[in-house]
């Protein structure tokens, strides 16, 4: 189970940090991704961490301003979010995959997905 929290209303240039508790899993290695989805567009991939490892991933217009991190010790993952601007706009979403991270960060690779956090820039 995915469960997102943290969105909410904020001003351009200014900062959030979204959560994405994990529960349920029994493994130790797994990657878990941060998308959004705006209204008309399709589900894009932000940040991708993997679980057990270093590795993380971000697509371009994210790069410098997002940050993805792990606490193992509370089963959640983070998306620090600076210098946000009215594109960030969107609904959050984290979603879990057993085994490695994909660079290409596509949805289709995603087996579990939470119910999404709100993120609004003004």
């Known amino acids: 189970q995915l469960v997102e929290s943290g969105g909410g209303s904020v001003q351009a240039g200014g900062s959030l940090t979204l959560s994405c508790l994990v529960s349920g899993r029994t493994d130790t290695k797994y990657c878990v991704t941060w998308f959004r989805q705006a209204p008309g567009n399709e589900r894009e991939g932000v940040a991708a961490?993997?679980?057990?490892?270093?590795?993380?991933y971000y697509a371009d217009s994210v790069k410098g301003r997002f940050a993805i991190s792990q606490d193992n010790g509370k089963n959640t993952v983070y998306l620090q979010m600076n210098n946000l601007k009215p594109e960030d706009a969107a609904m959050y979403y984290c979603a879990l995959r057993t085994g490695g991270c994909l660079p290409t960060m596509m949805m289709t690779d995603y087996n579990y997905w939470g119910q999404g956090t709100q993120v609004t820039v003004s």
């Open positions: 961490i993997y679980i057990g490892g270093d590795s993380t």
